[in-house]
């Protein structure tokens, strides 16, 4: 930093000052006003500026006079610096209240001591305006800091008036950002208006001293970037501010004052820190070898920089494609405009937080979200900040306030979390940020113990590979791919499942038996156990869990970990409060607690977490076993997919597999797949189909008899359908009301979906169109596939005569049923 109370021309100064007296009163009898020229840094009552005459630092560092910008006519009182060539002007008086030209004056106000620019008409047209004081000089320091004060005190403290206080667009070495309570100042940058008009711009750079603060780059009010809060070291969202960089910086607060500044360390550097007109954040430097101003750095940088670009809850990565991701819990709140790669509209979380069992997932390296509702405890450490915001229900997250020295302090955010950032571990930008999400949402590790801050070794911080498994990356490539499960000791599911007994079972999962459990803090787990005489249940769980693994959707079971200890292998998974679809729908007495909304949601999710699957995760997979008892319900009722045992990754190109071992379900099965072992994304469409008018009717495929034909639910739906009498499906048990609408689109829909021709049938992004929209228009079925007779493959032709010739089969081919 520059010295600013020592200059070398102070005790000369003295010695004229009688001299400088008896000059300026026989000046003032010639109404002559030439500027002595003795002490070029100052401004005394007797030695004032006009024309060309100028101000130099003592060191010869700036230069204050009148100056005209650019292509302009107008006058203005600037400082620039003196050893650089082209005008580089950092701070200007009279910004709004342009000179027609340079015969006015800058001198010090006999009256009260300030600072006045007159005009030529004589009238003040902008002044220091400080209060009243006697024998005030203004003097230009080295630093660029243009000071009012008492003639014989240097002291900066005691300074009456400084152009420090009051910035046009350029943060200068040892100038301070921010709050000053004494003053009562909150100094900032504010542009230019253009490069020839140093007026008040639009673009603004100001602290924001409440909450955590941080600095916004604001156009009139409205925020285009912010710096993120100072975590010690840096803004947390400008990891270009490194101890290694040129500079030194300051962040200071304190009940007195809460300012940023910086340094140089080689005071031969310049460098400076504007606002500029096309509001651009810049920090510029210049080398004196070099001759030219340099672009050190600037902002905002790139589409992450951009102020709330992915809404609440999004979290922006420039090295991701999009570069909006929801925070994990949550997914976007509008899902088109998400997918048009428009994030603003963030994220919503999915499952509901319940304040006591939630936990807090870590996100490392983020730009920390907008801090200035949020609450600050310098004090505080790290563990009794999770206490303080886990106690409190409103405290949505935390993080330490100062990361230097291995981390200090408290910050809680309890409002809707904006604006964070996502930056490489390599780049060092960031910090950790503890998100609290429902128990749901964490994997067993976190949900069963506290992070691990003791040193302590953590037992259940064990971790299983799964995979490698071949998926497909962005590129079309394939690559190979591990992931970390959780592993759970088996004496803890043994504890939680109270030995696997009778009580706890929740029934027969595809390969064992499934089981409630309690872990600690009341966190509800299913456990499925394979059995130990499962030969071909080895298979299935590896394969569910490789999969399920890396699956996350809203309308998918989740898997928590797995627990795999000498001849135990078990999968555990969120519990799911409402069992499974079929012990509602084909059940007498619990039928009637699904309403036509509660189904048509429920058809709605499983459409969704359908094409999740096909199509929107990182893998094509086939599920290859979709029926009511695989649909599991949540406490509220949504649908989640489960047991993906049978399930297949498809190719990238891949649209049908065929398999020599049929496995499924009867009554689910596409007629290609039960017959020729052919298994698609259409296959799944089949049995979705199927699903459809199963929750529509109440009534399950398999063994539906129509009082005097023999027909099964898809013909049955069929010949209503063909008939105009499709609402007659619907299920009796819906007492309430429904619209007809909605339970003819899903009836059209399943119909569609049952068509015997593969290629017929809809993929579910259709799906989901035609179900989610009132005007889309939608195909006539043809004929469903539940009869496995020789018919003409031109269905184009009258379907209603195919009808006739339909005999109903049952399937020969060998199917595992077992569920
Ligand atoms: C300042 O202006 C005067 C006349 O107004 C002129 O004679 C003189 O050369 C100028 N000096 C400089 C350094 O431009
Ligand atoms: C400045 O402008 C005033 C009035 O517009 C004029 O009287 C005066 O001569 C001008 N001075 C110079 C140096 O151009
Ligand atoms: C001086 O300033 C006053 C007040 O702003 C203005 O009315 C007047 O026109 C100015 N005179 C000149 C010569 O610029
Ligand atoms: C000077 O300061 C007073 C209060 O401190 C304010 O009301 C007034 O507008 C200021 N005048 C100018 C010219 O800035
Ligand atoms: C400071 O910068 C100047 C100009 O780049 C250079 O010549 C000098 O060596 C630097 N001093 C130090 C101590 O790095
Ligand atoms: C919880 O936090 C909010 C926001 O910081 C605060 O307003 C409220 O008083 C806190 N409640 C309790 C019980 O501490
Ligand atoms: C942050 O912590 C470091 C190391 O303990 C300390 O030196 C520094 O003053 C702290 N910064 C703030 C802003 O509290
Ligand atoms: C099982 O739970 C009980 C009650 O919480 C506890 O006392 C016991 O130590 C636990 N046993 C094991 C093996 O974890
Ligand atoms: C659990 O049950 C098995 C037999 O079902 C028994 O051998 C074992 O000792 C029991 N373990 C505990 C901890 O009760
Ligand atoms: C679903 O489960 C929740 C929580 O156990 C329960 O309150 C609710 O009544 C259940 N819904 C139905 C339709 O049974
Ligand atoms: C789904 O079907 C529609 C209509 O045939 C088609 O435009 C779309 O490309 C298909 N989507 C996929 C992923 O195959």
Redesign the pocket.
Known sequence: MRNTTHHHHGGRRRHLHLLLHLIYYFLISLTIFPLLTTSKNLITPTQFLTGNQTLISAGEEFELGFFTPGISNNYYIGIWYKKIESQTVVWVANRDSPLKNSSAILKINSDDGNLVLINDSGKSIWSSNYSRAKNTVAELLDNGNFVLRLENDKNPENYLWQSFDYPTDTLLPGMKLGWDSKSRLNRYLTSWKSPDDPSTGDFSFKLDINGFPEIYLTKKQRINYRSGPWNGLRFSGVPEMKSTSPFTFQFAMNRNEVYYSFNLKNESVYSRLLVIHTGVLQRLTWIPTSKIWNQFWYAPKDQCDHYRECGAYGICDTNASPVCNCVKGFEPRNLQAWNLRDGRDGCVRVNKLECESDGFLKLSNVKLPESGTAFVDPEMGLVQCEELCKRNCSCLGYSNSNISGGGAGCVIWAEDLYDMRQYAAAEGGGQDFYLRVSAADLGLKSLLLKPDRTGRTDRFDRKLKVGPIRLIHHSGEYIEEELDLPLLDF?TV??ATD??SDENKLGQGGFGCVYKGNLVEGHEIAVKRLSKNSGQGVEEFKNEMKLIARLQHRNLVRLLGCCIEMEEKMLIYEYMENKSLDSFLFNKDKSGLLDWKTRLNIICGIARGLLYLHQDSRFRIIHRDLKASNILLDKEMNPKISDFGMARIFGADQTEANTKRVVGTYGYMSPEYAMDGLFSIKSDVFSFGVLVLEIVSGTKNRGFYQTNNQLNLLAYAWRLYKEGKGLELIDSAISESYSTSEVMRCIQVGLLCVQEHAEDRPNMSTVVLMLSSDCASMPQPKHPGYCLGRRPLDTDSSSSKQDDSCTVNQVTVTVLDGR
């Open positions: 004496s043994v504890n030995n696997f």
